[in-house]
């Protein structure tokens, strides 16, 4: 018998993937897949867990009420983990109605039908019950000195259409607690990498390019830096938080590397240099192919986190390092061409993206 069952919208994404394998993996707990499965969501990343008795999977978009009320009835979850999201920054800027409907909306319509199903539970369900919303700490907008850091109070100052439907919806789970009753959880993370990673994120997209011997784009001069958090840490992190943390409170997740986005190309080059030197037919050196391309409009310069909080109250470190992370990442996608090939040629869903142009 599973200890408790929880629903994980977005869980054939890359983070909410990654938080569905843990649990299936290193937990007796049962989980319901909820994706609308859009470009990002893919099944492939489920595959590993997808024949366990304790996996379900639901395909349906989190602003159809109706679907969202039919299965908190048919499941009837013990926790919600939300990370059912549009995220990609680029993609905001050029379109940012998708976002605001799912980011914003969705979270809504899932709120209310989290707060219908909890207000029909037994006390002591009610008090057991969370609905842990996964966020970014692209919320807080922009760090200017090398010594400041993002905390659970830092005032939310949003730069781009992603990140600002992001910190409405957190303002939406905060409010439904204080107005409502509902126990809400936030965390709030740093940029993450790992297997998995759909292709037109950025370190993904360098090794993809650079095994092709296509060009590096490096935003500005790649001065931007970012704190990098390996993916599997962080969804130790989730569950931990979604299982054992108080409602009404806020964790941020880092994985304490900080690192230019240059940094990060130039490394995920020497890597390469050393397992794959066999490069592409006139390529002498994978750094040859960094190209620095016009800058992202309001491309925030630094963000950095404390985790302090997370590690003081409930006991959690990332386990890798940003060297260790960043060796099995490229080790990853080196041995599983054939799933982003998949990806690169549409294959996954019937449909070709033109990220391999």
Same mark, same amino acid.
């Given at each position: 018998m599973a200890v408790r069952t929880i629903l994980v919208t977005g869980g054939a994404g890359f983070i909410g993937s990654a938080v569905v394998r843990h649990i299936? !993996? =290193? *937990? /007796?707990? %049962?989980?319901v897949v909820v994706d609308k499965l859009t470009y990002a969501g893919n099944l492939a990343s489920? %595959? @590993?867990?997808a024949g366990d008795p304790r996996y379900s999977f639901e395909k349906a978009d989190i602003c159809d009420a109706p679907a969202m009320a039919r299965i908190f009835a048919r499941y009837r979850p013990d926790v919600v983990m939300h990370l059912a999201a549009e995220s990609h920054v680029d993609r905001s800027i050029d379109g940012p109605a998708a976002f605001i409907e +799912? !980011?914003?909306?969705? *979270?809504y319509v899932l709120l209310e039908a989290a707060r219908y199903y909890w207000h029909g539970l037994s006390n002591a369900a009610k008090a057991a019950f969370r609905f842990h919303h996964i966020s970014t700490d692209e919320v807080y907008g922009d760090l200017h000195g090398k010594d400041d850091?993002? /905390?659970? +109070?830092? %005032?939310?100052? @949003?730069?781009s259409p992603y990140s600002a439907s992001k910190a409405s919806s957190d303002h939406l789970v905060r409010a439904w607690m204080r107005t409502y009753g509902l126990p809400t959880l936030v965390t709030n993370c740093s940029n993450n990498y790992g297997p998995y990673h759909f292709p037109e994120k950025l370190i993904p997209l360098m090794i993809l390019n650079a095994l092709a011997g296509k060009p590096l784009p490096v935003y500005g001069d790649g001065s931007q830096v970012r704190d990098w958090l390996y993916v599997e840490d962080h969804a130790r992190a989730l569950y931990l938080v979604a299982t054992t943390g108080a409602a009404g409170e806020t964790w941020n997740i880092g994985g =304490?590397?900080?690192? +230019? !986005?240059l940094e990060v190309v130039k490394t995920l080059c020497a890597l390469l240099e050393t397992l794959v030197p066999q490069k592409p037919a006139g390529i002498a050196h994978y750094q040859d192919l960094i190209t620095f391309v016009a800058d992202r409009p309001g491309h925030d310069l630094r963000y950095a986190i404390d985790a302090s909080k997370i590690e003081r109250e409930l006991g959690w470190r990332p386990q890798e390092t940003f060297d260790s992370g960043m060796a099995k990442t490229v080790a990853w996608y080196l041995a599983h061409q054939d799933w982003w090939q998949q990806v690169l040629d549409g294959s996954y869903r019937g449909e070709r993206l033109g990220l391999d142009k």
């Open positions: 299936i !993996n =290193h *937990t /007796t707990d %049962a989980v489920l %595959a @590993p867990v +799912t !980011n914003i909306v969705g *979270t850091f993002f /905390t659970e +109070t830092t %005032a939310y100052e @949003p730069s =304490h590397n900080e690192r +230019t !986005n």
